[in-house]
């Protein structure tokens, strides 16, 4: 009896250490993420990197090709895909880029002469109440922020070298080596919850691929319906545009109005309100419905089960806590969470046959 | 400090060479060729339990099967309507060295583990789990089908089993009850 109490104790005690340092593990590799500059942004793109290509490799590998091998050749195909597509691209997205760059004053111009319009009618309104000067104030910002932006680009570009070199790096061992980590991480794990661990871990890994996936085929699709729109009107800076909207449309709620809003702005300054704004925020509505009512709900509302309420509160944390970024990762984060609070409270309390 | 590096390079070997041979004598793998074999042996989970340990409860969410390396494991099964607690538990059998269990939950949605397992000695287990096949399927599914054919093969054989324990029970009952009638 006393030899049986003894091996009770020693086992809990081994669990009780093999759960300290796997959660010190875990906790350890999360704040590295957070703390040394650029990790999370690089682990996040070689997440994404790893999940798009991850199809692609166990297809191949399932032809009977080496892991190894199926890796390099996939690397090598989507690098030269992604070469070639620059190349291609880059000499229209150059082009537009400097004749952005070039139209600018004009627009602040405009900007400037729209706002001096807004102050003239609201000081013939107010009755000398209070004295609005919108232009001054309106001028010295878009001057200070699209010199800023376009100027800080190169420099931005060039500061996210060690992102586009890391993204990759990291990307091909997540590939190559994720899944023996993974099992090596398990394998300290105590016994009595190393199948609720291995059973989060394996849920948690395919609703972010799932996500993932969803999220990155909807943003495609959103900048391709705003891209054959833009030029379909005849609209400039369409390819900038386009991928601007798609790139916002990442970003929940707010994206899609950020996204377009450079293009609302062109059309204000450049001919005012009229058709052609109209035409433009017709484009943009339609990428928006297609979106919420096709792409939502048959790919990305299956794959996060989580209430609208919810969702927003998630994002808003995500912006306060890590800007845009953590808006982009919080419904992820937070589908991973429930997950894991759901999986542990059945494992605790749902004890049935 | 050598000799601390010997003995666990040895035990290692000792442990891979006994992963190999459990591996290759078991029902499942034994149709895999040996780079399919290499390929499940990444993929299995190696644990250990001291004497007492329980390997899973009755009741709790499995996910999938444990394979003997070393050591013999209790199945029991608790009856709720037991008066006597210390008649709750009630032995099915014990299972030694190549023997595996919990293959169901490989195929159910949310297996429940109909049973607990219990180490009686100093145990090594190859755990088997539903992510570890859904892996093989997406990045082997040759082997997949190997492996699902020989499964169901196994469940197939355990329906009929109990089928069969069921009708002799039947009809052990029925007897019972012709006796008392009789007498």
Not at chain 1, 205 to 217: G, N, T, V, Y
Not at chain 1, 318 to 343: C, D, H, R
Not at chain 2, 21 to 48: C, G
Request: hydrophobic share 50%; net charge neutral; with cysteine.
């Amino acid at each position: 009896m006393i030899q049986a109490i003894d091996i009770d104790s020693r086992v809990r005690r081994q669990h009780w250490i093999q759960l300290i340092v796997f959660i010190s593990i875990v906790v350890l590799g999360l704040t590295s993420l957070f703390v040394i500059n650029n990790l999370l942004l690089s682990f996040v793109v070689a997440l994404v990197c790893t999940y798009i290509v991850s199809p692609a490799v166990s297809y191949l590998e399932s032809a009977g090709l080496s892991r190894l091998a199926v890796i390099l050749i996939v690397y090598v195909l989507f690098s030269t895909c992604a070469g070639l597509a620059i190349w291609a691209i880059s000499p229209f997205f150059i082009d537009q880029f400097q004749s952005l760059k070039q139209s600018l004053p004009s627009y602040v111009d405009g900007a400037v002469k729209l706002a001096d319009r807004l102050t003239q009618t609201l000081n013939a309104n107010d009755s000398g109440l209070f004295h609005v000067n919108l232009s001054e104030q309106l001028r010295t910002l878009l001057t200070s922020q699209s010199t800023k932006l376009v100027e800080g680009l190169p420099s931005f570009l060039s500061s996210s070298a060690s992102v586009l070199v890391l993204s990759p790096l990291l990307g091909f061992f997540m590939l190559k080596d994720g899944r023996q980590i993974s099992r090596e991480l398990l394998r300290i794990v105590p016994n009595n919850i190393f199948e609720l661990i291995l059973s989060l871990q394996s849920q948690i890994s395919d609703q972010i691929a799932h996500f993932i996936r969803a999220r990155l085929l909807e943003s495609v699709i959103v900048g391709a319906v705003v891209l054959i729109g833009l030029w379909t009107i005849g609209f400039p800076f369409a390819i900038l545009l386009a991928a601007f909207a798609a790139i916002t449309n990442l970003i929940p709620y707010i994206g899609p109005l950020v996204g377009a809003a450079p293009a609302a702005l062109i059309v204000v300054v450049n001919s005012g309100i009229g058709l052609k704004l109209l035409f433009v925020l017709l484009v943009y509505v339609v990428a928006q419905l297609i979106d919420v009512f096709f792409i939502i709900p048959l790919v990305v509302a299956r794959v996060v089960n989580l209430h609208p309420i919810s969702v927003i509160l998630v994002v808003i944390l995500g912006a306060e806590v890590m800007g845009v970024l953590g808006m982009i990762i919080s419904i992820p984060v937070a589908a991973a969470l429930k997950v894991t609070l759901v999986n542990i409270y059945k494992h605790l309390t749902d004890y049935t046959v | 400090m050598v000799n601390y590096l010997w003995e666990n390079l040895f035990r290692r070997g000792q442990k891979d060479s006994e992963i190999d041979l459990v591996l290759n004598e078991n029902y499942l793998f034994r149709v895999l060729s040996k780079a399919e074999m290499a390929f499940i042996k990444t993929l299995v989970h190696y644990r250990a339990y001291r004497p007492g340990e329980s390997i899973f409860r009755q009741g709790e969410l499995g996910v999938g099967m444990y394979i003997i390396v070393k050591g013999t494991v209790n199945i029991t099964v608790e009856d709720l309507r037991a008066a006597d607690e210390s008649q709750r538990n009630v032995f099915v059998t014990r299972l030694g060295r190549g023997d595996f269990f919990g293959e169901i939950a490989l195929v159910e949605q949310t297996g429940r583990r109909t049973a607990t397992a219990t180490a009686t000695d100093e145990v090594a287990l190859l755990g088997f789990f539903k992510p570890d096949l859904a892996e093989i399927i997406e990045r082997s599914p040759r082997t997949g089908v190997k492996i699902l054919t020989r499964l169901g093969e196994v469940l197939g054989r355990r329906l009929k089993e109990t089928a069969e324990r069921f009708t002799e029970v039947k009809r052990e009952l029925k007897e019972m009850a012709q006796d008392d009638s009789s007498n």
